[in-house]
């Protein structure tokens, strides 16, 4: 059944960092989860009632404040799972207010993921499945999203259009953030769509062809 249904997604750019917060769904169910609510919730519920589908769900790439800082207040208005990210960022969600004083927001609440996530796991919004691959660097427990029949990716800070993500924080590792690029991201194929945190979309081929710190 699940080969049958397709995975749609439109994304909203939230936070003064204008961070891609993607609302994905299923066709079949209407089904929807929200990848990253970093914040500015109202937009983001706008966007859920235009779109007329039934939010389930959160995916976290990485508890960044910019990407999981509207999580807990979201999470408790509508009920929802947190499912995500993996255990390597219990330090970044205790910090969740502390990096609100160094990134000039406002101080956002810590949570408890209802779901650790790790390498090789699933998950699945109505009959849509995707993919879950443990990519660390810019954060230990960053993970990503892959939809195969879709052919797109959700990658966080992982990768951008031309660029990649920092590793200057506590706990990243250049090294890391590489191999998870080329290990992790590249076998996803050349011709997947990757939805990136910030920025423009791109293709892992066109960064494999161009992009200056990760280009074969
Ligand atoms: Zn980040």
């Given at each position: 059944?699940?080969?049958?249904?397709r995975?749609?997604y439109?994304?909203?750019?939230?936070?003064?960092?204008?961070?891609n917060?993607?609302i994905?769904w299923?066709e079949q169910?209407?089904e929807a989860a929200v990848?990253d609510?970093?914040?500015?919730?109202?937009?983001?519920?706008?966007?859920?009632?235009?779109?007329g589908?039934?939010?389930?769900?959160?995916?976290?790439?990485?508890?960044?404040?910019?990407?999981?800082?509207g999580?807990?207040?979201?999470a408790?208005?509508?009920?929802?799972?947190?499912?995500?990210?993996?255990?390597?960022?219990?330090?970044?969600i205790?910090?969740l207010?502390?990096?609100?004083?160094?990134?000039?927001?406002?101080?956002?609440?810590?949570?408890?993921?209802t779901?650790?996530?790790h390498d090789?796991d699933?998950?699945?919004?109505?009959?849509?499945?995707?993919?879950?691959r443990?990519?660390?660097g810019h954060?230990?427990g960053?993970?990503?999203?892959?939809?195969?029949?879709?052919e797109?990716?959700?990658?966080?800070?992982?990768?951008?259009a031309?660029?990649?993500?920092?590793?200057?924080?506590?706990?990243?590792n250049?090294?890391?953030?590489?191999?998870?690029?080329r290990e992790?991201?590249?076998?996803?194929?050349?011709?997947?769509?990757?939805?990136?945190?910030?920025?423009?979309?791109s293709?892992?081929?066109?960064?494999?062809?161009h992009?200056?710190?990760?280009?074969?």
């Open positions: 059944m699940t080969s049958a249904a995975l749609h439109q994304t909203i750019p939230v936070t003064p960092f204008q961070q917060c993607s994905v299923c169910t209407m990848i609510p970093g914040g500015d919730l109202p937009r983001i519920e706008a966007a859920v009632q235009a779109l589908v039934d939010l389930r769900q959160i995916w976290l790439t990485h508890a960044h404040i910019d990407h999981a800082g999580t807990a207040e979201l408790r208005r509508r009920g929802l799972p947190i499912v995500g990210p993996n255990e390597g960022d219990q330090f970044w205790d910090g207010a502390e990096q609100g004083r160094m990134f000039g927001f406002a101080a956002a609440e810590p949570f408890v993921p779901r650790w996530l090789g699933t998950v699945q919004v109505g009959q849509c499945v995707l993919n879950v443990h990519c660390p954060t230990p960053h993970v990503v999203f892959h939809s195969p029949q879709a797109r990716a959700f990658v966080g800070d992982v990768l951008f031309g660029s990649i993500g920092r590793t200057d924080f506590p706990r990243g250049h090294a890391q953030l590489l191999a998870s690029i992790r991201l590249w076998p996803m194929g050349d011709e997947t769509v990757f939805i990136p945190g910030h920025g423009p979309e293709t892992f081929g066109e960064e494999r062809r992009n200056p710190f990760v280009h074969d």
